[in-house]
């Protein structure tokens, strides 16, 4: 088993069967293995490696994803807060306190919370990223003097599309905290006690919460549903797909860009869009038309292209040419698979890790619900842009979707040994 692999499905320690993951979670992720709720919760994932957590890590039940905006304009406050953040997230994807021991001094707040106070780790991954604006500000000055080391996917921004309603307020951003956990009050700790470590120097610009998780990354991982009820994660790439697959679709590598290259190789990009979905209008939707705009049966997640779906038909690859009853294609050109399959869009393949949000209701009673879509790329501007743009044009599905969100941030790779921070190559 490649490295990266190891590390994806929780490192040595885990596949090795030693100390890091607990009991009977050992083998969780690994192929074949069967995903045990029972264990999720014991899980731990090392927070040091090669790549950082959160990206192949089989995908937990839920997410609570935040963005920061940096009020200090001190380059070494910046760095202090990385360390602070980088030595908490290790202690609670630990399974431990904020601070390590409870606190023992009772005239002081204590340094955690304590809300997840002896609960399991959970699963919990946190993952960081960096955002354009902590480059340069709106007017383009160097906010920080790292502005010369600034990628150029996040100089070049994300593309306006059709149909899209975004709210600048709760996209994008300077600092990007993405924390995944199988017991949602674990990942909302995790983002709590980040918020207030970094009070003074950074603030919570947005934080979205996400439960069910709408993606597979590994082949261990039963398929989950999204709101529409369909299967959701099928075709994904997966952490077993092998070094050569994901380092052409999902790492940067050296060599694809001269300004970030020597912080950002090994590292991947954060792609995410807050999708509402109109539920009332898609319940109205008859079967048959519903599985025509996904181009898969609702039941199994089976192609159209197989003419008798079943339990065993879902990872049957999908047959573009294939021929219905009528004598029509079984998948319209139009369904949603068709649109962004690999095989239409010159090759391009993402790692999909998003989740089912509900953010309560309308005044008229209609859920405020969707998908918080999450895509890591090695390039947004030849794997996730040009296939949105033909979604926004042609998708069926489209017609039940409003984007109201935005994020974009550069996630550099994992932690070495010796880092004392995120982004150490960046910022020290
Ligand atoms: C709320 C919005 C969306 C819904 C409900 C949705 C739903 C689905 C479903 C049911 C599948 C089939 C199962 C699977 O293979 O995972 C699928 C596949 C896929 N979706 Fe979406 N999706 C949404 C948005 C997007 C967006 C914004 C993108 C990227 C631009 C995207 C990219 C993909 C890709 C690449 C596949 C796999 C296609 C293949 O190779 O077979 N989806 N989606």
Redesign the pocket.
């Given at each position: 088993m490649d490295r990266r692999r190891l590390f994806a499905l929780g490192g040595a320690a885990g596949a090795l069967g030693i100390a890091g993951v607990g009991g009977g979670a050992v083998g969780y992720g690994i192929r074949g293995a069967k995903a045990d709720k029972r264990s999720a919760t014991e899980l731990r994932y090392p927070f040091r490696g090669e790549i950082q957590q959160g990206i192949l890590t089989p995908a937990q039940d839920n997410m609570y994803t935040a963005a920061f905006d940096v009020t200090d304009e001190d380059l070494d406050s910046l760095r202090f807060l990385l360390e602070d953040w980088t030595v908490a997230a290790e202690q609670m994807t630990a399974g431990e306190l904020v601070g390590g021991a409870p606190s023992a001094n009772r005239e002081f707040p204590p340094a955690d919370s304590g809300e997840a106070w002896g609960y399991p780790a959970s699963g919990l991954t946190i993952t960081f990223g960096f955002g354009r604006s902590l480059f340069v500000d709106d007017k383009g000055r160097d906010r920080f003097g790292l502005a010369e080391k600034m990628p150029a996917v996040l100089r070049d921004g994300v593309p306006k599309f059709a149909n899209e309603a975004l709210r600048t307020d709760a996209s994008d951003g300077d600092l990007l905290v993405q924390a995944c956990a199988n017991d949602p009050q674990v990942a909302v700790h995790a983002i709590r006690n980040l918020t207030r470590i970094a009070f003074g120097t950074a603030k919570l610009r947005w934080g979205q919460i996400g439960y069910g998780r709408?993606?597979s990354t590994s082949t261990a991982q039963e398929?989950p549903?999204?709101?529409?009820g369909?299967?959701?994660?099928?075709?994904?790439i997966k952490s077993e797909d092998g070094d050569k697959e994901l380092d052409k679709h999902l790492w940067v590598q050296s060599g694809d860009d001269d300004a970030s290259d020597a912080w950002m190789t090994g590292g991947t990009y954060f792609m995410a869009?807050k999708?509402h979905?109109y539920l009332e209008i898609w319940d109205r939707v008859s079967l048959a038309e519903q599985e025509d705009i996904?181009?898969?049966d609702k039941r199994y997640?089976a192609?159209q292209s197989v003419a008798s779906p079943d339990a065993d038909a879902e990872f049957t690859p999908?047959d573009f040419a294939a021929k219905n009853g009528q004598g029509d294609r079984a998948i319209d050109a139009r369904a949603?698979?068709a649109i962004?399959?690999?095989?239409h869009?010159h090759g391009a393949?993402?790692l999909?890790r998003?989740y089912n949000y509900t953010d309560g209701n309308d005044s008229l009673g209609r859920l405020d619900a969707?998908?918080f879509?999450i895509?890591y790329v090695r390039d947004p501007r030849t794997q996730?842009y040009p296939?949105?743009k033909t979604?926004a044009h042609k998708d069926l599905?489209t017609e039940?979707?409003q984007?109201q969100a935005s994020a974009l941030f550069a996630i550099p790779p994992g932690l070495g040994e010796s880092d004392t921070m995120i982004g150490q190559k960046l910022l020290a």
């Open positions: 709408t993606s398929t549903r999204n709101l529409f369909f299967k959701d994660g099928t075709n994904n869009r999708i979905m996904i181009g898969r997640g192609p999908l949603h698979v962004v399959a690999p095989e869009n393949m993402m999909r998003g969707g998908l879509f895509a996730f296939i949105l979604m599905l039940y979707l984007h």
